[in-house]
């Protein structure tokens, strides 16, 4: 497995990064907002359809 910041060989104390460097680069991309996961929208629900009065 290779460092997925450098492209090194992983250290087994930095798994899966090959060095403290590379593990603080991907924390500060993360924390920087670099990175992103994908979100579902945020549109509400259409409203039920109102009650019926008898």
Not at 4 to 12: A, E, L, M, S
Not at 23 to 31: I, T
Request: a negative charge; charged letters at 30%; aromatic letters at 8%.
């Amino acid at each position: 497995m290779s460092c997925p910041i450098c492209g090194k060989p992983t250290v087994q104390d930095y798994r899966p990064f090959c060095s403290k460097r590379c593990a603080d680069v991907d924390l500060a991309r993360w924390l920087n907002e670099s990175y992103a996961l994908p979100a579902e929208d945020e549109t509400p629900p259409p409203p039920d359809d109102p009650p019926t009065r008898h």
